[in-house]
Antibody, heavy 116, light 109 residues
Framework: QLQESGPGVVKPSETLSLTCTVS??????????WGWIRQPPGKGLEWIGN???????HYNSSLASRVTISVDTSKNQIYLKMRSVTAADTAVYYC??????????WGQGTLVTVSS | ETVMTQSPVTLSVSPGETVILSCRAS??????LAWYQQKPGQAPRLLIY???TRDTGIPARFSGSGSGTEFTLTVSSLQSEDSATYYC???????????FGQGTKLEIK
């Protein structure tokens, strides 16, 4: 199971920071990638990036300059940091196991609103 | 970058009917395609991966087919709980890139 956590409101130009806690599987023994996906209100899904247990990351090129994804296998957590946020970054942020495969797993999502 | 185009954007059908949703890739993605169902306020739920393999617990009413650039999701014997938005997702270049279609909103009358 995956559970996202973090502030629900972030001010414009500041950094959005989210944590995804993974339970039921050890990140250090998993060959899956663990990713972040977001969904602005009323809109579609956008892949942000993903990380594997060794720390190797891949990012959506449209967001790569502002995003850092990391992993802490000792805590079984993955992290998202997005810098210089604007109102366009207001969205529900999901963490998920990737690629899609048997017994797929997504978090419930957390709404982050960018507002002063 | 592969562009995924879904059609139709919205549709309304009656219970018991069968519906076919389409997803087209701008370039060949082999069978690296997934279908998700999303209901309001919920996370997406994986229905199909590998273009045609149902995830655990997904009813046989849901079936996927296709390869290359053309894919379909068929939902038969439609029920009221099938009202949702359906997304396709390609992962042919994973882990470096995943792309979603814009979604098809299905309403059961």
């Amino acid at each position: 199971q995956l559970q996202e956590s973090g502030p629900g409101v972030v001010k414009p130009s500041e950094t959005l920071s989210l944590t995804c806690t993974v339970s039921g599987v050890s990140l250090s023994s998993s060959s899956y990638y663990w990713g972040w996906i977001r969904q602005p209100p009323g809109k579609g899904l956008e892949w942000i990036g993903n990380v594997v247990w060794s720390g190797v990351t891949h990012y959506n090129s449209s967001l790569a300059s502002r995003v850092t994804i990391s992993v802490d296998t000792s805590k079984n957590q993955i992290y998202l940091k997005m810098r210089s946020v604007t109102a366009a970054d207001t969205a529900v942020y999901y963490c998920a196991r990737l690629p899609p495969d048997r017994d797929d797993s997504w978090g419930q999502g957390t709404l982050v609103t960018v507002s002063s | 970058e592969t562009v995924m185009t879904q059609s139709p954007v919205t549709l309304s059908v009656s219970p018991g009917e069968t519906v076919i949703l389409s997803c087209r890739a701008s370039q060949s993605i082999s069978d690296d395609l997934a279908w998700y169902q999303q209901k309001p306020g919920q996370a997406p739920r994986l229905l199909i991966y590998g273009a045609s393999t149902r995830d655990t617990g997904i009813p046989a009413r849901f079936s996927g087919s296709g390869s290359g650039t053309e894919f379909t999701l068929t939902v038969s014997s439609l029920q009221s709980e099938d009202s949702a938005t359906y997304y396709c997702q390609e992962y042919n270049n994973w882990p470096a890139m995943y792309t979603f279609g814009q979604g098809t909103k299905l309403e059961i009358k």
